[in-house]
């Protein structure tokens, strides 16, 4: 039987989600599995709401859009409201307790982390909060290997970041136990 | 297994039809970028260069579609992207290329439109535009892409048709193609297959350009190659000259037609799926094909007859595959994002005798596999009521 997981990132333009979901989806190449990752944003480079979807099978992938995420990673309140019900009963919630306040009572986990405040305290720059984000959730998840993660992140992001990213990768991958749900 | 695996990669759909332009040979690139296509441009712009060719980004589509021409006629395959709105502006050149038979590449992202609609959205708006779009009989081959791998593979072929036929050829892409990442396992470039234009042989004492082999397809030398000829979008004959003689014009606007028509074994790409007994046949082209994929996987969960036959040479037509198909279904099930274009091309082949039912969204997001199933599931129903 084959095995496929729905991943669906979304915050606001300018979070740097829809690179994480590329990162992501190159760690899943790296790892041997078959994947497509589609994106949906406003015209605007900033604000707006912004999508990434990540599919993640052994087989074939038909359909490349998510309709029933098991990991829903959300940076922004309106994010969340749009898209908790979608959400698998198993599944699981990340949200970014920085911006987000309400949480809807729902049957998935629920982990509350505030990357952007992480991002912003420890590494001294909120533009990470995403790769923070990405690390954790794939600690969470499960979805890839943590080798594989930081070899695609190395491979995406500009000449002379890496030092940030892999810190911020790092500490992300470990708030995840940290902020055990 | 190892070895495969070192191959595959993460690519843009985008990015695949870049790589596949240089794969096939291109070397000229003129554009004006547009969403959903700019990344063709750019990532053209920073690689022909080092191949030495030539990137121009020109000041508007017309242009650009002119300059494409241009570099095809001087020798070298060439291309242009461009997405709705700028297609609207390439037809007249478009038609010019057809009417002087001069191979090039005419890449279309198609994004939600009308106008300049949703610049972030998809669509398969641009299907009757892609075959009617310029004025006149004309043939058109276009071709659709369902995935990165196939934007890759298509666009090889398109050059590849192109320089065959010495005609436009139109590959017809999506937004969400476009734009969507996906693992790609790329072949070697020495086992693809690439097709070169057919040229005069040298020191003819002349050389009619015009002048077609048996197959249609008159041999086409490139300027500077030492033939000196005149290229006229004005019908003309075998020299190349304009004229207005009745039977001429007859003659050169059936070649054109014919040379695409009579060699549609060539050009013809489709793929059959779960159909050999399938009594609902869903017919899908491009991005929507992926969505019947999962309906017709999910109608068979339930006992449903479904199959799916996918088009990937959209133009011409594929009448003989799809007239053999509404022979043996009792409904075709027709989704497509638009209000309902190629579905015309459906029922002409039905000639009312097989159920057509359309399936069509233009919210700028896919049509779910769901509603493909649920279109499908009420025909059953019909049929029960029927018997």
């Given at each position: ?82 898209f908790a019900g979608l959400l698998d009963e198993n599944g699981i919630l990340i949200v970014d307790s920085t911006y987000i306040r309400e949480i809807p009572a729902i049957k998935a986990k629920v982990y509350k982390i505030p990357y952007s405040k992480i991002a912003k ?61 | ?118 610049p972030t959205a998809t669509a398969q708006g641009d299907v009757m535009q892609a075959r009617w779009g310029t004025h006149g009989d004309h043939p058109v081959i276009a071709l659709t892409p369902a995935s990165v791998q196939e934007s890759y593979t298509l666009t090889v ?231």
């Amino acid at each position: 039987m084959s095995q496929t997981s729905e991943i669906l990132l979304s915050g606001t333009g300018g979070q740097g989600l829809i690179l994480a979901g590329q990162i992501l989806a190159e760690a899943v190449v790296r790892d041997g599995k078959n994947t497509v990752q589609t994106q949906s944003y406003g015209p605007e480079a900033r604000g707006g709401a912004s999508k990434t979807e990540i599919i993640i099978s052994d087989d074939e992938i038909d359909y490349p859009k998510v309709t029933r995420p098991d990991v829903l990673l959300v940076m922004s309140q309106e994010a969340l409201n749009r898209f908790a019900g979608l959400l698998d009963e198993n599944g699981i919630l990340i949200v970014d307790s920085t911006y987000i306040r309400e949480i809807p009572a729902i049957k998935a986990k629920v982990y509350k982390i505030p990357y952007s405040k992480i991002a912003k305290e420890t590494l001294g720059k909120e533009m990470v909060a995403n790769i923070v984000a990405l690390g954790s959730l794939s600690a969470i998840s499960g979805a890839v290997t943590k080798e594989s993660l930081l070899l695609a992140l190395m491979s995406r992001i500009p000449r002379g970041t890496e030092a940030l990213n892999q810190k911020a990768l790092e500490i992300g991958w470990k708030s995840a136990s940290q902020f055990a749900a | 297994m190892a070895e495969t695996a070192a191959l595959a990669r993460l690519m843009q759909g985008n990015e695949a039809i870049a790589e596949g332009a240089l794969a096939a040979g291109a070397r000229f690139f003129a554009g004006y970028p547009i969403t959903p296509s700019t990344e063709i441009a750019e990532i053209l712009a920073k690689k022909l260069p080092v191949l030495g060719g030539k990137f121009i980004q020109m000041e508007d589509e017309i242009s650009s579609m002119a300059a494409v021409i241009g570099a095809s006629l001087a020798g070298l395959k060439s291309l242009t992207a461009t997405s709705g709105p700028g297609f609207s502006l390439k037809q007249e050149n478009l038609g010019f290329a057809i009417m002087t038979e001069i191979p090039c590449v005419v890449v279309n992202v198609q994004r939600c439109g009308p106008s300049t609609g949703i610049p972030t959205a998809t669509a398969q708006g641009d299907v009757m535009q892609a075959r009617w779009g310029t004025h006149g009989d004309h043939p058109v081959i276009a071709l659709t892409p369902a995935s990165v791998q196939e934007s890759y593979t298509l666009t090889v072929q398109a050059f590849n048709l192109s320089e065959r036929f010495r005609t436009p050829v139109i590959l017809l892409s999506e937004e969400v193609i476009g734009h969507c990442r996906e693992r790609v396992v790329l072949p070697d470039i020495s086992e693809l297959k690439i097709i070169d234009r057919k040229k005069p042989p040298a020191g003819l004492a002349r050389y009619n350009p015009y002048e077609p082999g048996a197959d249609g397809v008159p041999p086409m030398a490139n300027f500077c190659d030492g033939y000196r000829y005149h290229v006229t979008g004005l019908t003309h004959d075998e020299s190349g000259g304009p004229t207005t003689d009745a039977e001429k014009a007859e003659r050169l606007i059936k070649r054109l037609n014919n040379k695409v028509m009579d060699h549609l074994d060539e050009i013809t790409m489709t793929e059959s799926w779960m159909t050999e007994d399938a009594e609902i046949i869903v017919i899908a082209y491009g991005a929507t094909s992926r969505s019947a994929k999962r309906a017709v996987k999910m109608a068979r969960e339930v006992g449903i007859k479904a199959g799916l036959f996918r088009l990937i040479t959209i133009w011409p037509f594929p009448v003989k595959e799809v007239t053999a198909l509404c022979r043996q279904a009792h409904t075709i099930i027709f989704p497509e994002l638009n209000l309902g274009q190629l579905i015309g091309e459906v029922e002409r082949a039905a000639r009312n005798e097989t159920n057509v039912v359309g399936v069509n969204r233009v919210t700028g997001e896919m049509i779910t596999p769901d509603e493909i199933l649920n279109k499908i599931k009420s025909q059953v129903k019909v049929e029960q009521h029927a018997e």
